[in-house]
């Protein structure tokens, strides 16, 4: 047969047959493993080959070890090989089991299903961390009240950490340097480096140490470069910077500096913090500066004063995990930019007051968000996307947007007066029970180019903001800044009893079914920022 032939032939039986006879639709599976513990949550990662029409899936059950009763966790997330902005990742199923006890073993079943054969159980086990405590074996270094320069720490270990405090009085540090040190904890000092580009403490290449209960006003707060850190455990700190909410201060081109806690590496926790007055309040790293950004905890703190991102998770690989976050007074709430395959959680997060065109900004192709529970009023649009995803998953979000008030926030603008713009969803993106909603502005919601309602047939739509909640002001205008309000629906609205269950997501809720947004109807508030000591 000549070379033209067999061209001809190529193309005619690809034209008959299409290029699925050479996919392999079967999953072979592989390896299992939970990499870098926390302390509440567990991932899940199974490496796969084959299943190249995405149809297999993971089930996940979960218990503690020596219990009798299996619970149920949420599937696993399907994530199909890919690259992208110089990275990539593996085929898998992936996904983390939430809400767990610090310090306890778990014993996890995965069922494993897939129509075109490969099915099959496997079961590990996994123990989240522990709360970081002072034992009666950690090596206390007291410091006198007064002003210091630099803190120079130096190394402990897992059964003798070296603990550095000012138990009466206060130390004021310009700088601490914990870069290449291993379990050293970091307690109730203060820090003071309001100078250009000044840094508080810094611990690139740190393992397994703590920062807790600092005061720290910096232009960089508390880092973590390259070579990043690991293991490291963030909390109930007050993180301030010298960033105001105005106009010219917004966006990534406005007159704005300074990293609240910015960090990249693995398993890392930051939690219970209350970080004001930065050009990000939290973030992981982008680009070239990113090292193994899995198993990340962003939770429970009390955020405000973003003039670019209130929470930056940006080039995360799997199982970030950004969750029961308040953030007020935000040029971007929550950013995905991008998701390196995911999943990427924002899970029951609170956003009022954000001024740029979408709360989630879900930039650069971003892959695998996984976006639950969340609240958002701002202005312009309400649940907004601007630019190309895929295979991100909604469920059971609240958001009412209104008014642009004409103004170019960051040179961006707000977004359009939508209840719901999501511009390219990607097609193995899914969109339902979310609830949405306007202020004084005519009601539209589209998802992709089609009508919210066509796309999600369990979507509750034209949801009012005096009907959903008790006293709460439209931020319209979005400057000056605006106090927190309390965005708890009321009992007997539209958004109440309303949402879907997901297994290990919305497990307590309190009537006959999950309420849409962070927050169920008559429950308590969930507490933000710093803990007194002792409380954690």
Request: with cysteine; charged share 20%; net charge neutral.
């Amino acid at each position: 047969m000549s070379s033209f032939l067999r061209i001809v032939f190529y193309f005619l039986f690809m034209a008959i047959f299409g290029y699925s006879a050479f996919a392999q639709n079967n999953t072979i599976p592989g390896k299992v493993e939970s990499p870098y513990p926390t302390l509440l949550n567990l991932a899940v990662e199974w490496y796969i080959k084959g299943d190249d029409n995405l149809n297999g899936t993971v089930t996940v059950q979960f218990r503690e070890k020596g219990e009798d009763i299996w619970r149920q966790g949420m599937p696993l997330r399907r994530v199909p090989a890919g690259a992208n902005a110089g990275f990539s990742w593996k085929n898998k199923h992936s996904g983390s089991i939430f809400d767990l006890n610090p310090n306890t073993i778990y014993e996890i079943k995965l069922n494993l299903k897939d129509p075109d054969g490969g099915s099959g159980e496997r079961r590990l086990e996994a123990r989240t961390r522990p709360v970081p405590r002072i034992g009666k074996n950690a090596e206390i270094i007291e410091i006198a009240p007064g002003n210091y320069d630099t803190l120079k720490t130096r190394s402990g270990t897992k059964g003798r950490p070296v603990v550095y405090r000012c138990k009466n009085g206060i130390a004021t540090f310009r700088y601490i340097d914990l870069q290449n040190r291993k379990w050293v904890y970091i307690e109730g000092l203060h820090v003071n480096n309001l100078s250009n580009r000044g840094i508080g403490v810094q611990l690139n290449g740190a393992e397994n140490c703590v920062v807790r209960h600092c005061i720290i006003d910096a232009v960089y707060g508390i880092v973590a470069y390259l070579p990043g850190a690991t293991n490291c455990y963030i909390s109930d700190n007050v993180v301030t910077g010298t960033v105001k909410w105005k106009p010219e201060s917004m966006g990534p081109g406005g007159k704005n500096i300074g990293e609240g806690i910015e960090m990249t590496g693995p398993g890392n926790v930051i939690c219970f913090n209350r970080v004001v007055g930065f050009r990000d309040n939290i973030s992981t790293m982008e680009d070239r500066h990113v090292r193994n950004q899995t198993c990340i905890d962003i939770y429970n703190n009390d955020i405000s004063i973003a003039a670019d991102d209130g929470i930056e998770a940006d080039f995360c690989f799997s199982n970030c995990r950004i969750f029961k976050n308040r953030l007020t007074n935000c040029f971007v709430g929550l950013s995905s930019q991008p998701g390196l395959g995911g999943p990427t959680y924002f899970i029951r997060n609170v956003m009022y007051n954000i001024t740029y065109k979408a709360a989630f900004k879900l930039n650069r192709i971003s892959q695998g968000d996984v976006i639950l529970h969340n609240t958002v009023i701002k202005v312009g649009t309400g649940l907004g996307g601007s630019a190309p995803i895929d295979y991100a998953y909604f469920r059971n979000n609240l958001a009412i947007g209104g008014p642009t008030g004409d103004v170019e926030w960051g040179s961006y603008g707000a977004g359009n007066p939508y209840a719901a713009d999501i511009v390219i969803p990607g097609r193995h993106s899914s969109f339902d029970y979310d609830a949405v909603g306007v202020y004084k502005v005519p009601y539209i919601a589209k998802i992709g180019n089609k009508p919210f309602a066509e796309v999600e047939k369990h979507g509750i739509e034209r949801i009012k903001l005096d009907k959903v909640f008790s006293n709460v002001e439209f931020p319209d205008p979005p400057v000056p800044e605006r106090d927190v309000p309390d965005l708890r629906p009321l009992p007997g609205s539209r958004v109440v009893d309303v949402a879907v269950r997901i297994n290990n997501i919305n497990d307590d809720y309190l009537g006959n079914a999950p309420d849409c947004g962070a927050y169920e109807a008559g429950q308590m508030l969930p507490h933000y920022g710093p803990r007194l000591p002792g409380e954690e």
